[in-house]
T-cell receptor
Framework: QKEVEQNSGPLSVPEGAIASLNCTYSDRGSQSFFWYRQYSGKSPELIMF????GDKEDGRFTAQLNKASQYVSLLIRDSQPSDSATYLCAVNSGNTPLVFGKGTRLSVIA | DVKVTQSSRYLVKRTGEKVFLECVQD?????MFWYRQDPGLGLRLIYFSYDVKMKEKGDIPEGYSVSREKKERFSLILESASTNQTSMYLC???????????FGDGTRLSIL
């Protein structure tokens, strides 16, 4: 059974701080890793994806992947109240459906 | 941009009714998926399809069926709706391999 684990939160950070969201996965054959943001009552929207070990930056977001340790993280710099949402980690092992974690709820306090 | 369109944003049906949820994608994607999402349970895969007329069961297929007669359209069918099928239903598509999935806006279905 392929699993993706996330801390459910809530993770509370003050406005302007760095939010760090973590995810571990069980399948060593996983090839691609995705972070989705989901606002309450809305559908998930893709914000980052990463395929290779190391860091990938996109604006205020940085995804970090460590395949040896089987974890992937998302850093949000200069957190804003509009970043308050649930963040879903998803993992793909080739041509199989994505396996999603249950999400971490982030609350950015103004 | 990929566009995944679900036919209804909100839907209210009665127990025992046959319910159809429609999903259309405009990017010629091979793969399409139906999920339901409930508080505390995360996204759960109901059915998926890798090609026209092809379907595979996901984690919770009981009480549901699907139809994929055309590549762009993937329908979820509740054969005889029950109150425990009240949920948010999400459709997604992806091209192939390790590409990201794109979601529709979701259908919030209430079974009374």
């Amino acid at each position: 059974q392929k699993e993706v684990e996330q801390n459910s939160g809530p993770l509370s950070v003050p406005e302007g701080a760095i939010a760090s969201l973590n995810c571990t996965y069980s399948d060593r054959g996983s090839q691609s890793f995705f972070w989705y943001r989901q606002y309450s009552g809305k559908s998930p929207e893709l914000i980052m994806f990463i395929y290779s070990n190391g860091d990938k930056e996109d604006g205020r977001f940085t995804a970090q992947l460590n395949k040896a340790s089987q974890y992937v993280s998302l850093l949000i710099r200069d957190s804003q109240p509009s970043d308050s949402a649930t963040y879903l980690c998803a993992v793909n092992s080739g041509n199989t459906p994505l396996v999603f974690g249950k999400g971490t709820r982030l609350s950015v306090i103004a | 941009d990929v566009k995944v369109t679900q036919s209804s944003r909100y839907l209210v049906k009665r127990t025992g009714e046959k319910v159809f949820l429609e999903c259309v994608q405009d990017m010629d994607h091979e793969n399409m998926f139906w999920y339901r999402q409930d508080p505390g349970l995360g996204l759960r895969l109901i059915y998926f399809s890798y090609d026209v007329k092809m379907k595979e069961k996901g984690d919770i297929p009981e009480g549901y069926s699907v139809s994929r007669e055309k590549k762009e359209r993937f329908s979820l069918i509740l054969e005889s709706a029950s109150t425990n099928q009240t949920s948010m239903y999400l459709c997604a598509s992806l091209s192939s391999g390790v590409q990201p999935q794109h979601f529709g806006d979701g259908t919030r279905l209430s079974i009374l």
